[in-house]
């Protein structure tokens, strides 16, 4: 069969647009779900995505992908990597898949949201591609951990974890909402594509990638490289749009939209990715700690990006840039300490020679953080783990839905940053945090935080029981300590040495 060129139609094809013949243009596009601004449809048709891919070669390329890493996954089943994996690696796992699996499901939501709504013709046809790479990877990361329910119950969090009112989901389900399912698709595809996936998702999917890696988990690496390689294509997404709203004299709202979705993803990140970079992957496999990789993939590269674009860097850049030293380390303490409400087993990651690093990565370490851990070990060490567990619960913020943190010790610089809307107090946890509230009020002022649902009554009984089964917790799926406190005997054995 004669085939045409691809070159004579490709530009053709991906740019065509059509005259609505029974419906205005309007209704075929509303503002609310299309977010065109008013820019006519043939500025839109100069949307200009870089990445050019047609539905055969995409075909193709994607079987071989999927191809590869389920052919990893089969060839590797019975090395049961899983079990002589470090556990602070099965918890990076665990955490990983409960956090993102059903989260890919959500993109699917904001890519079809493109290809149905978005004014510019490039946009829908490359947004076509992109729900179907979200597919791909929810059932990826469903289907891997799956096979792994019959050795722990932790792993059927991978599909269970955005179900339930377990507080991180709470929190990754608030920021998804509002940055996919509630925004039109122009505002989305700058949040989620351009803010999130370019900032963010290399961080968790290149990052983890070099230490699973690492780690020998081979499984593990080439299922993440296999769905970064569809990130980096369809992240592309949103830098065309927000050029088209730059030069129509939007800026500030293409701004706006960057400095909410980034300062949110940060945060979700220090309490997720931070503590598995710095403190779940065993020490002899980490390639970089998250600074430096935050530092090289945030700092270096999406800063170079939004400049080159014709924005500025977000308001609270230097913040940004000193919370990098601080935030993570509060979030691991937090989430190690209030480990029965997290449905993976926190690793602690403070054993001399891990503090050691840890202070060379982050000099000031052991006189801040460090000194809560020194109060953590001398409970273990004199056998008082009860002291370790919680009987209360964090302030939390009403906008990350995480703890607020600060650092600890002689600089203690913990804060609350209230605001009063409609008779309400409500705390955030950072100025930005508040300031995205502020950007909106209404979109958010409904919500409950976890700690609000608390004081609410709406947990019973009040206290970490009742807590415990509001967030579907049950026995079995309770997050401990990954080693059962064993990793503490060194400092045993270190005080009865001292002390004989
Ligand atoms: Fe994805
Ligand atoms: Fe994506």
Not at 44 to 63: A, F
Not at 261 to 274: E, I, P, Q, Y
Not at 284 to 300: A, C, D, L, N, Y
Request: with cysteine; net charge negative; glycine share 6%.
């Amino acid at each position: 069969m004669a085939m045409i060129e691809r070159t004579e139609w490709y530009d053709l094809l991906r740019a065509t647009n059509w005259t609505p013949k029974y419906v205005t243009e309007d209704e075929l596009f509303p503002e609310e779900m299309s977010g065109h601004r008013g820019i006519p449809i043939e500025d839109w048709e100069t949307y200009d995505e870089p990445y050019k891919v047609t539905y055969p070669e995409y075909v193709e390329i994607q079987r071989e992908k999927d191809a590869g890493a389920y052919s990893v996954k089969a060839a590797l089943a019975r090395d049961k990597f899983l079990e002589r994996a470090d556990p602070g690696w099965i918890s990076i796992l665990q955490a990983h898949y409960g956090a993102l699996a059903l989260a890919e499901y959500g993109a699917i939501v904001g890519e079809a949201r493109m290809a149905r709504f978005s004014k510019a013709p490039g946009n829908r046809n490359m947004a076509t591609f992109g729900m179907m790479d979200e597919t791909r990877h929810a059932q990826l990361q469903l289907f891997f951990p799956h096979a792994n329910c019959k050795l722990d119950r932790k792993w059927d969090w991978a599909h269970k974890a955005l179900h339930t009112n377990e507080w991180a989901a709470l929190a990754g389900r608030h920021f998804f909402e509002d940055i996919i399912h509630s925004r039109d698709a122009i505002s989305m595809g700058i949040m989620l594509t351009f803010a999130f996936e370019t900032g963010f998702t290399n961080m968790q999917f290149l990052g983890l990638a070099a230490d699973a890696a690492e780690a020998g988990d081979h499984t593990f690496s080439s299922l993440i490289s296999s769905i970064q390689t569809d990130e980096s294509r369809h992240a592309q997404q949103g830098g065309p749009m927000v050029k088209l709203l730059v030069e129509k004299g939007m800026k500030a709202d293409a701004q706006r939209l960057i400095d909410i979705a980034f300062w949110r993803s940060w945060k979700l990140f220090s309490v997720l990715t931070g503590p598995m970079m710095d403190y779940y992957t065993p020490m002899e496999h980490r390639s970089q700690s998250f600074k430096e990789f935050m530092q090289e993939w945030i700092v270096g590269q999406f800063e170079r990006s939004i400049l080159d674009m014709g924005l500025d860097k977000p308001w609270y850049w230097d913040q940004f840039l000193r919370d990098l030293d601080e935030t993570h380390h509060g979030m691991h303490l937090g989430v190690w300490y209030w480990r029965p409400t997290v449905w993976w087993n926190p690793r602690a990651g403070v054993n001399p020679d891990e503090r050691e690093w840890l202070e060379e990565k982050y000099p000031g370490w052991n006189d801040t953080f460090g000194k809560c851990w020194d109060v953590i070990i001398d409970n273990l060490v004199n056998d008082r783990v009860e002291q370790t567990l919680p009987e209360t619960l964090p302030l939390v913020c009403n906008m990350s839905n995480i703890p607020i943190v600060g650092t600890p010790a002689d600089g203690w610089n913990v804060k609350d940053y209230p605001l009063k809307y409609k008779d309400r107090l409500y705390h955030f946890g950072s100025e930005p945090d508040r300031w995205c509230f502020e950007q909106e009020p209404e979109r958010y002022a409904d919500h409950l935080s976890f700690v609000d649902r608390f004081l609410a009554g709406m947990m019973e009984p009040m206290d970490l029981s009742g807590a415990l089964k509001y967030m579907s917790l049950a026995p079995g799926e309770i997050g401990e300590d990954a080693y059962g406190l064993a990793w503490a005997d060194i400092y045993k054995e270190m005080a009865h040495k001292k002390a004989g």
